[in-house]
């Protein structure tokens, strides 16, 4: 192409042989546009050295008698209104620009300026970290090459610590192989250079509806928090509200989980409540019971196994990791995994590569762990049922799920929530509880805890002839069960003697069957002093 004297509008009249794709074209300020009359070319307008692929609005007659066109510049009221058009639909919203070219970066930053963002530019990802916790974007876009930290490994840096920012990669020149990883790691989406500013303004647009949205359910989530219910949880009182706030702080995170808890209070619903408020949400959840799985399949069923690998391995199969690859893994019961698997999972957890029994190849894999025992952590190491090393790995958070006859109070709200469930399952209608019934509910220990007030009610709604449950539906052998299986009664260091008095009536009232005369007789006062102890409890809630 010749050289060419920018003329007085701003635009350089670019030359473009026939068949070649693109025009080009520059601005000077004014927002304004121009386009050719050849029906196969687009425009790439050069605004201060980024090249934004514009899409062609009209046409310009040219010199096409010698196959030559020129980009003919168009009045300010038309080129107004279609840049205009261009930056109207923008949503106001912090983007942070990350890009080694400074032409590039300053360019597509005046960009999104002119679309009403407020941008702050980064040279490459280890100034782009820098930035974000002051600066707090709700979209980066990263170049994909660039020195010191990558796009790449700046897309893992964000979702490890800023989760709720979104991400999009700018490339020229990605594979397959990166694409793919981008997105397992959460990138929204690769914009190809030159960039399509149509494209881009969409993409912006459905990344701030998803942080929208993703802010609308957390306003909503902490709605439902504080009336009781978050996610497969159910309860307002303090233990439970508790551990709703922390399971709300770790979710968005990947880090590592250990819940602990007595069996049956509801651990796997945590942990599946963790993965339901994730950005791993729309991913497969895992769940496995270390206990129920032979030690001669363990590591089969978590790691996979190709074809001959041992006998009877008659096909290739899956294993948990590649199962929840890009979502979450609950180990149940880790504490009953052997200790040479332990080793081999501490290892996958440590690089992300598992390796099928049988197999020569490591296999990459993005899972989230989450673990859960009901034994106490430390005894578990001390007696060599669990690897130290292990244990802090998994243990970078911490929930212990409370027994049921620590959150009493939140009875009412546990049988109306696994009543509607278990309507739902077999088809039934009952609306209540007799009041009887919950009050005895109220004065038994559940030492099966919620999974024993599941049964208990689901035996209730299966042979239930009326729309309440009433003391003829639940089972005769209910009540009848001792705390724990010693003779003993366990009473956790830091109790007062109010609460461990408490403890006592309500356990022995459990033991009686909740008969009152019987249990007074144990308890060795009067009939009279157990019913003012009882209104009592009912008028203070445990806390």
């Known amino acids: 192409m010749a050289s060419q004297r920018p003329p007085e509008n701003g635009f350089r009249e670019t030359a473009l042989v026939a068949g070649r794709s693109t025009a080009t074209a520059f601005q000077s300020g004014r927002r304004e546009t121009c386009c050719t009359n050849n029906p196969g070319v687009s425009l790439v307008v050069n605004i201060r050295g980024a090249r934004i692929q514009l899409p062609v609005f009209a046409w310009g007659a040219a010199n096409a008698a010698n196959g030559v066109f020129r980009a003919a510049p168009m009045g300010r009221r038309y080129t107004e209104k279609v840049v205009g058009t261009l930056m109207a639909n923008g949503k106001k919203g912090r983007v942070l620009v990350v890009e080694d070219d400074l032409s590039e970066r300053q360019g597509l930053a005046d960009l999104l300026g002119a679309w009403g963002y407020d941008t702050e530019t980064a040279g490459d990802g280890e100034e782009a970290v820098a930035i974000v916790p002051s600066f707090e974007p709700h979209i980066v876009i990263s170049d994909l090459r660039m020195p010191r930290m990558s796009g790449m490994e700046l897309l893992k840096r964000v979702r490890e610590e800023w989760p709720a920012t979104a991400m999009m990669i700018l490339t020229g020149q990605a594979t397959i192989e990166e694409a793919v990883e981008a997105t397992k790691l959460g990138a929204l989406n690769f914009v190809e250079k030159p960039i399509d500013p149509t494209r881009l303004q969409v993409e912006l647009r459905n990344c701030l509806d998803r942080h929208d949205n993703a802010r609308q359910l957390e306003i909503a989530n902490r709605r439902l928090r504080d009336a009781g219910l978050l996610g497969h949880l159910v309860g307002s009182s303090k233990p439970m509200q508790d551990i709703m706030r922390l399971i709300e702080q770790v979710a968005p995170s990947s880090a590592s989980v250990l819940i602990t808890g007595e069996s049956g209070t509801g651990k796997e619903l945590a942990a599946r409540t963790i993965h339901e408020l994730s950005p791993r949400a729309s991913r497969a959840f895992v769940a496995v019971n270390c206990a129920a799985i032979p030690e001669s399949l ?185 705390l724990a299986a010693d003779d003993g009664l366990r009473l956790r260091p830091g109790l007062t003697v109010e609460e461990a008095e408490r403890r006592l009536i309500v356990e022995t009232l459990a033991f009686a069957a909740n008969n009152k005369t019987r249990a007074a007789q144990m308890l060795g006062i009067s009939l009279k002093t157990l019913h003012n102890k009882l209104k009592q409890y009912e008028s203070q809630p445990q806390s």
């Open 298 to 482: 363990m590591e089969s069923e978590i790691f996979g196994h190709e074809k001959g690998a041992f006998t009877g391995a008659n096909e290739r199969r899956l294993g948990c990791f590649e199962l929840a690859d890009s979502g979450t893994l609950l180990l149940d019961e880790i504490g009953e995994m052997p200790m040479p698997t332990q080793a081999k999972l501490l290892r996958v957890l440590e690089d992300s590569h598992v390796r099928r029994l049988g197999s020569k190849h490591e296999i990459s894999v993005d899972v989230r762990v989450l673990a859960a025992t009901n034994k106490v952590p430390a005894e578990a190491v001390a007696k060599g049922q669990l690897r130290n090393d292990l244990y802090f790995r998994l243990n970078v958070v911490q929930i212990e799920m409370p027994p049921l006859r620590d959150h009493l109070e939140d009875l009412d709200e546990m049988v109306a929530a696994i009543l509607a469930d278990l309507n739902r399952k077999h088809g039934r209608d009952i609306k209540s509880v007799d009041p009887e019934v919950m009050e005895t509910f109220r004065h038994y220990a559940w030492p099966g805890n919620a999974r024993e007030l599941r049964n208990v009610l689901e035996r209730g709604v299966v042979v239930c002839t009326n729309h309440a449950l009433r003391r003829k539906d639940i089972s005769a052998e209910f009540g009848r069960t001792m």
